[in-house]
């Protein structure tokens, strides 16, 4: 995934305040009196737990005032979505919103609760991170090619996994695939943690999964990655070449996300928030953290945010079509 960087965050933000009037600076100021809620639309523990308790901290000690960190999971993400999208807009409820909920799932379902885009009022894209295409450590595969040799000889045979059906993985898989006119079983399950367990147990031939879910594994020597979405080598990854560099770079997709409050918040509510994540960004612990945990630090205002995500969907529906997804 590529996207443009923003103007300059300071020119950004004194644009803002400089257009701002008195009784609009005022609301902003007033903003937060008590503490606020931010959804995460996933189980603990996973890959969007990070940004969310990163960004989480940091606004509230900027603000003074508790950020409490709320996982809301099932269906697709969908159901802590739509609990974001019915919250009063009032600033007070915030959620982390991602590649798959506001994004994946418009090709996954025909009959959705929100709408990813009219339903919500982003305010940063805070943070993103590539995928790797990954193989248990006794795998005799050593390279991109020597998997697709592999699948060439023994075709609709090997096996591999993904956190189900429409996921940012499963569809990776499927465009690499269908790219090189290859066959192989889907294996889908519910979420990512069972994948790699049957990943490292040597039951699935492969699976590509979000850089943080397999870098430990990765770095320890229980898997072996072949490839990395991200447009150049990871630092700490330097022997692992990128899609592009094989070829296959119309084939990669990058997980993100996004700090988002529900439509209709108040646009000096957003705009403060959006600055005062723009402060947290800034600080090189806030950076040292989200770098820890496999992302790349972001920072996108609301105006930016809103066409990235509305280009994302765009670009969902294309690639759902391109592999044959079935909406539900």
Known sequence: MHWRAPPPRVARRALLCGLAAPGTLRAQDAFPSRGVKLIVPYPPGGSADPPARIIGQRLSTIWGQPVVVENRSGASGMIGAEALARSPPDGYTLGLGNIQTHALNVAMFRRMAYDPVADFAPISLVASTPHAFAVPARSPFASMDDLAEAIRAQPGRLTYGSPGPGSTAHLIEEMWLRRLGLS?????????????????????????????????????????????????????????????????????????FAILAPARTPRPIVERIAADIARAQALPETRRMIMAAGLEPLDLGPDATQDFIRAEVQRAVAVGKTVGLEPE
């Open 184 to 256: 192989a079983v889907h294996v889908a399950y519910r979420g990512a943690a069972p994948v790699l367990n049957d990943l490292l147990g040597g039951s699935l031939a492969f699976a590509v999964s979000t850089l943080p879910g397999v870098m430990a594994q990765a770095q320890s020597g229980a898997l072996r990655l072949l490839a990395i979405t991200s447009a150049a080598r990871h630092p700490d990854l330097p022997a692992v070449p990128t899609f592009a560099e094989l070829g296959i770079g119309d084939t990669a997709m990058e997980a993100w």
